[in-house]
T-cell receptor, first 109, second 113 residues
Framework: GQNIDQPTEMTATEGAIVQINCTYQ??????LFWYQQHAGEAPTFLSY??LDGLEEKGRFSSFLSRSKGYSYLLLKELQMKDSASYLC??????????WGAGTKLIIKP | ETGVTQTPRHLVMGMTNKKSLKCEQH?????MYWYKQSAKKPLELMFV???????ENNSVPSRFSPECPNSSHLFLHLHTLQPEDSALYLC????????????FGPGTRLTVT
């Protein structure tokens, strides 16, 4: 079967750095997405990785290793507004999106 | 502000009721999606429309019936639902059916009593 694993919940401190991991086992791979979803709001696109390596976008960076079936989302200089759920999704060989259950990130002052 | 709107935002309905969820996108996209989001579970893709044609139906019960009259509007007709259908229903759109970045609406919080 196809599976996306990410931690259910993480806690970090304002101003710090946090890394949210995502491992996947899918039938083929055509890209990996990260979305942010604040409570009661729509998911919003953060990043898309299709090649190995690190993609940096401001305070957020996303890393991919296809050989390891692994990605992480790195958030730097955490702000209270970063408290949200972070969703990992993989596009499989049929170009279907397989979603993880999301990681709820709690930022403390 | 998102270019995808959904109405209503909240809906409470009995198991014998019939209701419809509406989604509209103002982004000029050609693909639209219905998802179900339950607490602590992955997003479940329900239906996909690409250029108004349904291209995906992920074994969704027939009590959920989608309608896509044009590439900007998507409906989900509901009838004789079960309590386990209570969830957040999200609509999304993308440029075309080759999913890259999806834009989501705020969702309809559905409670079936």
């Amino acid at each position: 079967g196809q599976n996306i694993d990410q931690p259910t919940e993480m806690t970090a401190t304002e101003g710090a750095i946090v890394q949210i991991n995502c491992t996947y086992q899918t039938s083929g791979f055509n890209g990996l997405f990260w979305y942010q979803q604040h409570a009661g709001e729509a998911p919003t696109f953060l990043s898309y990785n299709v090649l190995d390596g690190l993609e940096e976008k401001g305070r957020f960076s996303s890393f991919l290793s296809r050989s390891k079936g692994y990605s992480y989302l790195l958030l730097k200089e955490l702000q209270m507004k970063d408290s949200a759920s972070y969703l990992c999704a993989v596009k499989d060989s049929n170009y279907q999106l397989i979603w993880g259950a999301g990681t709820k990130l709690i930022i403390k002052p | 502000e998102t270019g995808v709107t959904q109405t209503p935002r909240h809906l409470v309905m009995g198991m014998t009721n019939k209701k419809s969820l509406k989604c509209e996108q103002h982004l000029g996209h050609n693909a639209m999606y219905w998802y179900k989001q339950s607490a602590k579970k992955p997003l479940e893709l329900m239906f996909v429309y690409n250029f108004k044609e349904q291209t995906e139906n992920n074994s969704v019960p027939s009590r959920f019936s989608p309608e896509c009259p044009n590439s900007s509007h998507l409906f989900l007709h509901l009838h004789t639902l079960q309590p386990e259908d209570s969830a957040l229903y999200l609509c999304a759109s993308s440029q075309d059916g080759d999913i890259n970045e999806q834009y989501f609406g705020p969702g309809t919080r559905l409670t079936v009593t």
